[in-house]
């Protein structure tokens, strides 16, 4: 068994000021962290990796989509907005280390119809 601790119970975005947390997290005997995605700056993230790696951490990573970005919007401008930051996370993922992404990221955060998902909605978020 692996032990991680989600990194957002200090910040939604990394700094410098997490590298004394991420210290005493491996001391702790904690194996990896989850990373709060949300800036897609991939060069950013790979600056990341070295930290991590240095401290013998390993990493998965969390994001959210909103409305503005909602893969399942009605609006063919906000799906592809969507799916262009979905994308763009995976990128940064790859840049991080980080071997799984959790979301939710299939739709937006917080915002429900108040029925079902639509055909339509099935498909553009399957």
Not at 49 to 71: E, I, S, Y
Not at 103 to 108: D, K, R
């Amino acid at each position: 068994m692996k032990y991680g601790m989600n990194l957002l119970l200090w910040s939604g975005d990394m700094h410098e000021g997490l590298l004394p947390v991420l210290e005493s997290l491996k001391k702790m005997g904690f194996d990896g962290v989850e990373l709060p995605m949300f800036n897609q700056d991939v060069d950013r993230w790979a600056s990341w990796a070295k930290h991590l790696d240095n401290l013998g951490l390993q990493r998965t990573a969390v994001t959210v989509r909103g409305a503005d970005d909602n893969p399942i919007s009605p609006d063919p401008a906000v799906r592809a907005r969507g799916v262009q930051n979905n994308c763009r996370t995976l990128d940064c993922c790859q840049a991080v280390g980080a071997t799984a992404l959790v979301g939710p990221y299939h739709s937006a955060l917080g915002l429900f119809s108040g029925q079902g998902p639509t055909r339509d909605e099935w498909q553009w978020g399957v």
